[in-house]
């Protein structure tokens, strides 16, 4: 189809939320689907907010001492069952190559649905001596999971996203850089998408195959439904005793290495659809929009209008990522593209403005009109972003908050959820009986045990038997 | 084996070639093994410098109008079969998943060797009209190609890499993206890699399954084979016939697309081994290396050393990638390991060189040292890095001048390339059996026809009839 024909009127979110998300994925231009089932092309706009999540992650890993790697995206069937657990989860969902050419293989390939046997077995080849720890490696790649059922961004067979694997000296530091990763995650997608997030360490049931605890950032989706939008692992020496990961200490004894790893995805880019756009489309933080300013002259033909709006392009990109449209596309169509894209800021610009000394300034998320002398453009740019940035955190905490229930009986626990779709605080003896009835009875699974803790009540809210761990529920992505 | 182990000598590439380029590859840590046959995993240093490739190309790319997207990473069997050239082409070394978890799929799925098929079908669902055109699209990731003999970089079964595919309106200007891109990989490799290249068309024998013709830039290597470094592919509009890709003109008349490819790798990176480093391990150009200074302080423990070690260190990353090395290892250990690694410029200061108000720089290539005043040290350093990224590339360049020769008959053809491997200049009438015999009786395949032509002879080197090409050729990895 022809780009005119893309952008038209999207289902509201209040009528049918499944479709308005189909519809922006689709009419932002950031995904394509390809004759291959499950599998998702991402379009240069999409890839573009990819790039630049990339971008930031990936300085701040350095920042923090991690390095890049690249790993093989084969994994022999013997080595990926080596961690019993590990294989127990992932055998179900991988892709098995079987054939190189003509010939038939004498032992399946797995396409990597994650890397831990290979940094596993790298690992044992290059640690010896405690002076070669830590590791910490991170690799950027894409991995396979067979899901049945997919969604673009959500859930598809292959996805894009990185992997950090770490190896320490002890138990302690493991820890550490487990949750000082998860905290990094928090602060990502707090200053960089403006997406609050619950912090908190999984129940039994719900970690990582092969993990001796996994810790997640959980975020709430406009329809009260949770996504789960990062996790780290703590593999204690559970993987080092599989793979025979061991170093020599400062007392020349031989012991095991403490492994963690942690992953983000291009989930996240289904997060920050669900988290901020509206029924114009897709809104983006500033922050990781492809483009944070375009530019639309008005009445293009008037003497001096397109040598103005050419200036402001210039000055503008020295800071931002501007776009200028000069297309014949009329002035309607324009604003709506620019809205389903989520661009930050609309500048206009025509003869009157530049006869005022001024342009027009519009706001993506409010909608908000100002007029703006060139002399104050660039101070109020930089202040409406700001802005627009901080307002969209607020925002979205705010309907997280508000879609934040307690409950402290399995009726009360129903009947919040039947009423409004979200989050809630619920007690938990920690028995897997009772989370499978929570999920059974009311369709919730547990989120996460937060951080910051709260009593709800003394007793757990299934069984009624005493409990001390308050539990985030919903139903997630 | 910890780090003390891996400085040790190597092969000497006068004494063993192969030998002397794999003692690189692991000694400088460029590359490790895996359980994956074939497979190579990237190690930090080594994808450090595939990391500064991607940062300068992607640059390049982006600021000629093209733009990155992402393409699954399976093609079904009867999508690659679509055009028939391209299938027979790679058919015989593709990787096959023939299961998704437990289930047998109904259609096996190659993994990429290459995205013409995909693309293609991305582009005939969303190119329609003369407006839609051009579409410059590349992409960042690995293929698969089921090699039986594999080496590091040269030749794996799977490597990095990036592809870009774009269709145009007219044959014209698939003609000049062509060769617009030939010409950026020619400028990178010689601004950015110090590699001297030949730019030329590929003969029908060596162009690429389903192109209509195949450019290539090829490089000379120490030993005097040659390295294909990038190609880049006119497809005419055989792929859009194949797959139906069509637009609507300002007449309103339906025509065909016309396509182009073009790829490098880190393939490059086994080039930048064979055509810089040497018996002390890597050289590296300083543009291409992960870091560029190395800092030693020598006697450490003297006041003061470690203190001037860091100034200098923070000074100089302002401009500069550097690293210091404090740790207790010896001085002479240290030197051999920053050579192993190629890094340009080491940079030692101690404390009588305190008490002058000076430091040591070290060259890498040309081991050439110097002593500069502190407040000379800025504009020195500037100076040697900007010479030694000229003299690499003259210096490879008349290497490979001095391994270029021509002949005229088969006999002197075979003699030179007996006396001394490089590349042989000859005219060749174009006939595909004259290329065969070559092959069979010198060993040797045509490497390109240069744009640059010289007359040598009048007649083909091998058959005697009348021939106006001339051709380079040689013995190739």
Redesign the interface.
Same mark, same amino acid.
């Given at each position: 189809?022809?780009?005119e024909k893309l952008v038209t009127e999207i289902t509201s979110m209040e009528q049918d939320f499944a479709q308005w998300y189909t519809d922006i994925v689709k009419k932002a231009e950031l995904v394509?689907y390809?004759? /291959?089932r499950g599998?998702?092309? $991402?379009?240069?706009y999409g890839?573009?907010i +990819?790039?630049l999540i990339q971008k930031e992650l990936d300085a701040r890993f350095k920042k923090t001492g991690h390095?890049? /790697?690249?790993?093989?995206?084969?994994?022999?069937e013997s =080595?990926l069952q080596k961690e019993k657990d590990h294989i127990a989860g992932f055998?179900?969902?991988?892709? +098995? /190559?079987?054939? %190189? %050419? !003509?010939e038939k293989l004498t032992e399946r $390939?797995c396409?990597r649905p994650t890397s831990e046997t =290979?940094f596993c077995?790298?690992y044992a080849?290059?640690i !010896?001596?405690y002076?070669?720890l830590p590791k910490l490696?991170n690799q950027w790649?894409?991995v /396979?999971r +067979?899901e049945k059922t997919t969604r673009p961004f959500l859930r598809s $067979?292959?996805f =894009?996203w990185q992997e950090g694997h770490t190896a320490h000296a002890t138990a302690e530091e493991a820890q550490e850089e487990t949750i000082n990763m998860l905290n990094l995650y928090e602060d990502f997608c707090k200053e960089f998408l403006a997406m609050p997030v619950i912090k908190g360490q999984k129940t039994d049931k719900e970690k990582f195959a092969g993990a001796k605890e996994t810790y997640t950032i959980e975020a709430l989706m406009h329809d009260g439904k949770a996504l789960q939008s990062g996790t780290s692992h703590n593999f204690g020496d559970g993987f080092a005793k599989a793979f025979g990961i061991q170093y020599t200490d400062k007392e020349n004894k031989l012991q095991y290495v403490h492994q963690t790893s942690w992953g983000l995805s291009t989930r996240l880019i289904g997060g920050l659809i669900m988290v901020h756009s509206d029924n114009n489309g897709l809104v983006l933080p500033p922050k990781v929009a492809p483009i944070q300013i375009v530019i639309l002259p008005i009445n293009m033909k008037k003497e001096g209008v397109l040598e103005k709006a050419q200036e402001l392009m210039e000055n503008l990109s020295k800071e931002y990522r501007v776009k200028i449209d000069k297309s014949d596309k009329s002035a309607g169509w324009k604003y709506s593209e620019y809205e389903m894209k989520g661009v930050p800021l609309r500048l206009e610009v025509g003869p009157r403005d530049i006869e005022n000394g001024q342009c027009v300034l519009v706001r993506r998320d409010s909608r908000e009109k100002v007029f703006v002398k060139f002399e104050e453009l660039e101070d109020t740019i930089k202040s409406i972003l700001d802005n627009m940035q901080k307002d969209l955190y607020e925002k979205a905490k705010n309907h997280r908050d508000e879609n934040t229930f307690s409950a402290t009986s399995l009726e009360e626990f129903k009947q919040k959820l039947e009423e409004k779709q979200g989050f809630i605080k619920a007690m938990w003896c920690g028995d897997l009986a009772c989370e499978e009835k929570i999920k059974e009875e009311v369709g919730a699974t547990s989120r996460c045990i937060p951080f910051e803790q709260e009593k709800i009540s003394d007793v757990c809210v299934c069984c009624g038997k005493p409990a001390s761990k308050m539990v985030y529920w919903g139903k997630s992505y």
């Open positions: 189809m022809s780009k394509d390809s004759s /291959v599998c998702m092309i $991402l379009k240069p890839y573009a +990819w790039e390095e890049n /790697v690249s790993m093989p995206m084969f994994i022999p =080595l055998a179900p969902e991988v892709a +098995w /190559v079987t054939h %190189g %050419g !003509e $390939l396409v =290979l077995e790298h080849n290059i !010896e001596s002076r070669d490696y790649c894409s /396979v +067979w $067979l292959e =894009l």
